[in-house]
Structures are given as C-alpha cells and as structure tokens.
C-alpha cells in the first residue's frame, strides 16, 4: 500500500510546474499520504535532497513561473550506478511511489527506474514543447506561446517601421509545435519546422511573394533545430537570395520558459496533478497523465516517449494559406 509519494520536477523548468507540485502535494494530503518533494529532480533524488511538504509549503506558488522545487538535467541518473543511488534515498526515505513533472528524457529515465527497482512512476507532462505523444497539451506550452507571440507582436512594430526581415529563433527541440502556432497568432510569413524542410524554397515563396505585393516587412520563424545554424544561417540564406532586403535576428531563448502561467496551464496542472495521485491510489504505475478533448486520460509511459507526435495539417496548412 502506497503511504509516502515523492514528487520532483526535472528537465527544462515550464510555467504550471509550480502548480502541479501544488495539486499533488495537496491531493496526496487530502487522500492520507505523506508528500516529499525532491529537489532539483532525479539529481536530488541521488543526492538525497528530500522534504517533507505540507499544505502551506505548496501556499502562494500557483501563479509562479519556474518551480519552487528546482530542476535539473541529470548526466548521472542515465547510468544504472546512478539509478541505483536514488533507489538508496527512496528506501532510506520510505517513499512508496514518484510522480514525476517534465518531459521525454524525465519520463524515460524515470521509466528506467520503474523497470529497475519496481518502484511506481506516475508522470505529469511538463514542457513547453508539447511533444508528449497522448496529451493534447502540456504544462507550460500555453503559457509560452502566448509569450512567444507577443514578442513577436513587438518586432512587428520594429520590422515594419524599417522595412526589415525579422528572422525569430524559437524553442521546440525536436518539435515545431511552438513555432508553428506562434507563426498562426502573429500573423507570420514562414515558419520553418523540423516536420516540413525545404528551407529555400518556403522563404522564396513566402518573402518573395510578400514583397511582390509589397508587403513592408516579414517576420519569419525559424525552429531551433530545423536548419543547421538556426535562425543565423536563415538570415544568411535570404541575404544572398536578396541583398536588397535588410535582416535582422532575434533568439527568442529562455524568456520562452519564464513568467506566470496562463489561467490554462494552471488549470491543466492542477487537474493532471490531482489525477496523477489518484492513479496512484487506484494502483496504476508507470503511465502519464494526459488530456484528451478536455478528458484526463492514463497512457503506457513507453508510448508518450516512443510515438510521434504529429503537427496538425490542417494547420501547416492555415499557416501557408493565410501568410501569402
Ligand atoms: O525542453 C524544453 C527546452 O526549452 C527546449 O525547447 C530547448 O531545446 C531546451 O529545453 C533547452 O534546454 P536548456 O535550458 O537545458 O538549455
């Protein structure tokens, strides 16, 4: 029988972790268990950083962006010797069970984990990525995108007042969801994403056409990880294609993960928190929370890590018809 839980947040901090440490502190109190929160994620869980929450440790954190409990990316807990570390501090500290917040690497090593030491995980998607295969969103991509976009909605004053390019750099690791949506909400001309290359040719159709029906200015989104060079080697590209057109780069960076969390991500996070210490209780392991069409839903944690999430065409394809 599960009596302690132990929660911890690793990988890129997202605004709505806060939140969710929240919820499951306090879901996990209102069932009778004890809550411990691991600092600085799987690196405190090895190191042992661990205390006990209460329901007022978790008091005036819900519109806090970041995480109150830290985060960490772990080389160590990759290892089967680092792995084992935690398991100590989990026998040491009597926790029963771990819900774990963040995204694709947390979850995998936190399945590792399971898998190893038959401890259950529960894992709550954090990132701003949305990249989680069985999650319609996850914490913090709300939040970001509208962050994103109003940057964008500034350089369009800039890019307009001096006839420029604006080439915008945006996060996503491997995914473009971020990029893409922002491109929709700021009225863009190209958004370069990793599921849809040809680099050359969109910018061509998209600023030459603009230009053609003069169009002042162009901003043009560039995923981090679609072309080599990022939005640097995009600019370079244009500026040899058009030397007549003046450029200008802006890496958007960790401003995308900062700030409070949207009405949305708090929400979210607070659900999913809920959720995830229920499924606890009812004695599932190893699956995330997720939502679906509004529905809170449990999915195999090997399928939110292994399956691709795909962009949605119909908005690739918004995207193309409404930039021209
Ligand atoms: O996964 C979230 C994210 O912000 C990605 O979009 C980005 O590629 C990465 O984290 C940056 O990581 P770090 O903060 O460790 O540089």
């Not at 947040?9 to 268990?33: C, E, K, Y």
């Not at 659900?271 to 699956?287: K, P, S, T, Y």
């Amino acid at each position: 029988m599960i009596k302690t839980i132990g929660v911890l947040t690793s990988g890129g901090d997202a605004p709505g972790m806060n939140a969710a440490v929240r919820a499951v502190t306090r879901a996990g109190i209102a069932q009778g268990l004890e809550v411990k929160a691991i600092y600085r994620g799987y690196k405190g869980l090895i190191d042992g950083e661990v205390k006990t929450f209460t329901s007022q440790d978790v008091s005036g954190i819900i519109q806090r962006g970041g995480t109150i409990i830290k985060s960490a990316r772990c080389m160590e807990f990759h290892e089967p010797e680092g792995r084992k570390k935690a398991y100590e501090t989990i026998q040491r500290e009597h926790i029963d069970a771990l819900i774990v917040i963040g995204g694709d690497g947390t979850f995998t090593g936190g399945r590792a984990f399971a898998q190893e030491f038959d401890v259950p995980v529960i894992g709550i998607p954090g990132t701003i990525d949305n990249d989680l295969w069985g999650t319609d969103a996850t914490i913090g991509y709300d939040t970001s995108l509208s962050t994103i976009t109003e940057c964008i909605d500034k350089l369009r004053d800039t890019a307009t007042s001096h006839e420029r390019v604006f080439l915008v750099e945006v996060m996503g690791r491997d995914a473009g969801f971020l990029t893409l949506n922002a491109a929709i909400a700021g009225g863009c001309e190209v958004a370069i994403i990793p599921e849809r290359a040809a680099v050359e040719e969109k910018v061509e159709e998209a600023i030459g056409s603009g230009r053609r029906k003069s169009k002042n200015s162009s901003i043009v989104l560039v995923q981090e990880h679609a072309v080599e060079g990022g939005a640097a080697a995009v600019a370079k590209i244009i500026e040899k294609a058009h030397p007549e057109y003046s450029t200008r780069v802006t890496v958007l960076g960790h401003l995308q993960r900062g700030g409070s969390p949207s009405a949305y991500d708090r929400i979210l996070a607070s659900r999913m928190g809920v959720a995830a210490v229920q499924a606890l209780v009812d004695g599932q392991r190893n699956v995330m929370v997720g939502i679906q069409n509004d529905d809170i839903v449990l999915v195999p944690l090997s399928k939110a890590i292994h399956q691709k999430k795909d962009i949605k065409e119909d908005s690739w394809q918004a995207m193309s018809v409404l930039s021209i």
